[in-house]
């Protein structure tokens, strides 16, 4: 699976952004998709996942009424919709895939075999 990521800029506090993930390759049936960030200096931190076929959607505490994860099926395409973006959501943004996870470990980075290359979020005045 092939992952590439987009989306990402400068915007305000307050603001919001779109990240996009498109997938290449494989079929997606048996995936779990996620997304990640990290920050300068820090380790690379979950936001959100969900299962490609269906199901409930996983978030951050930090992130939940402020993000939204949804996918387009046709386009095999991943979003992240967030809103009320804070200075300390700036970081880099990773899409992440991996077939056959459960639910207790779509958090962990280390468990996804599949990255798209990052893009940069930054949240300032």
């Known amino acids: 699976v092939q992952l590439q990521a987009s989306g990402g800029g400068l915007v305000q506090p307050g603001g919001s952004l779109r990240l996009s993930c498109t997938a290449s390759g494989r079929t997606l049936n048996n995936y779990v998709m996620g997304w990640f960030r990290q920050a300068p200096g820090k380790e690379r931190e979950f936001v959100t996942a969900?299962?490609?076929?269906?199901?409930?959607?996983t978030y951050a505490d930090s992130m939940k009424g402020r993000f939204t994860f949804s996918k387009d099926t046709a386009k095999k395409t991943v979003y992240l919709q967030m809103n009320s973006l804070k200075p300390e959501d700036t970081a880099v943004y990773y899409c992440?895939?991996?077939?056959?996870?459960?639910?207790?470990?779509?958090?962990?980075?280390?468990?996804?075999?599949?990255w798209g290359q990052g893009t940069q979020v930054t949240v300032s005045s």
């Open positions: 992440a895939a991996q077939s056959g996870l459960i639910t207790t470990m779509v958090s962990r980075p280390d468990v996804y075999g599949y």
């Open positions: 969900m299962k490609w076929s269906g199901g409930s959607t």
